[in-house]
Nanobody, 119 residues
């Protein structure tokens, strides 16, 4: 199975920027979809953004125009550039990948990285 490792979280003031990165490794034949989810305290995990292997993107309404997702297929890496951050963006951010493991479709998750936006 795949292992997803995230980096780039931290503490930033409102209006600031952060860049999250996630690299997938392990038993992967092809990654179909990569993306980011987040979970704030007391709330359910929610979709932030996804990107397909051909570069088609999708964003939650709350982050559209502020966040940009990108992907390097050769390196199995997905990035999330977060600009104009708001306190309500504070959450643990999880990398997600839907991939094929030589005939078996799987979903992998990273361990999560904390993003805290102070007002």
């Amino acid at each position: 199975q795949a292992q997803l490792v995230e980096s780039g979280g931290g503490l930033v003031q409102a209006g600031g920027s952060l860049r999250l990165s996630c690299t997938a490794s392990g038993s992967i034949f092809r990654i179909n979809l990569m993306g980011w989810y987040r979970q704030a305290p007391g709330k359910q995990r929610e979709l932030v953004s996804t990107i397909t292997s051909d570069g088609s993107t999708n964003y939650a309404a709350s982050v559209k125009g502020r966040f940009t997702i990108s992907r390097d297929n050769a390196k199995n890496t997905v990035n999330l550039q977060m600009n104009s951050l708001k306190p309500e963006d504070t959450a643990v951010y999880y990398c997600n990948a839907k991939y094929s493991d030589y005939g078996i479709l799987r979903t992998g998750w990273g361990q999560g990285t904390q993003v805290t936006v102070s007002s």
